[in-house]
């Protein structure tokens, strides 16, 4: 009479001491407050905003360019769709642009909205700003100018959980 197979170890149980450092790891991590969106170091000071962009459009001096963003609807909210809209005045126009959306100091993935023109210097597209589970609001819209001195205009502002 044939003996069964003796049962294969399985996958999991050979990284298992590897699973459980890691997940030492990651708890050590978190008690120090060391997440992704566990914010900026201590002797830092987190950048203020500079556009409250509920009240209405952003406006920056770039260079030669005069760069607007609004972003709809309102109150700019995360997790839902939004459109923005970027307008820019004293250079020339593009098809398209990119804006790039991060929170400052802490890294959420790439999040890019392309944008694209619809006439008078003006480009729009939609997207959404992700919710950041320590609840800090503050984020960055980087506007792309391919080719112009300086290349890029951020604007910081605060979003609603």
């Known amino acids: 009479m044939r003996r069964p197979p003796s049962p294969s170890p399985s996958p999991l149980s050979s990284s298992t001491p590897r699973l459980k450092r890691l997940h030492c790891l990651i708890v050590m991590l978190l008690s120090l407050g060391l997440h992704p ?3 900026h170091a201590a002797d830092s000071t987190p950048p203020a905003q500079t556009c409250d ?3 209405g459009p952003c406006s920056q001096k770039a260079g030669t360019a005069h760069i607007t963003l609004d972003i709809a609807p309102k109150p700019v909210t995360a997790m839902k769709e ?12 593009y098809e398209e642009l990119r804006l790039k959306l ?3 100091g802490m890294y959420m993935g790439t999040n890019e909205v392309r944008l694209v023109r619809s006439g008078n210097g003006r480009y729009t597209g939609k997207g959404v ?3 950041c589970h320590s609840n800090k609001r503050l984020w960055s819209a980087t506007v792309e100018l391919p080719g112009q001195s300086p290349s890029e205009t951020v604007f910081l502002f605060n979003v609603l959980y």
């Not at 459109?83 to 005045?89: G, Q, S």
Request: proline fraction near 8%; aromatic fraction near 4%; charge should be positive.
């Open 129 to 131: 700003v992700p919710r």
């Open 82 to 93: 939004l459109t923005f809209t970027v307008t820019v005045a004293g250079i020339k126009e």
């Open 37 to 39: 969106c566990a914010g």
């Open 53 to 55: 962009i509920n009240r």
């Open 102 to 104: 991060n929170m400052p």
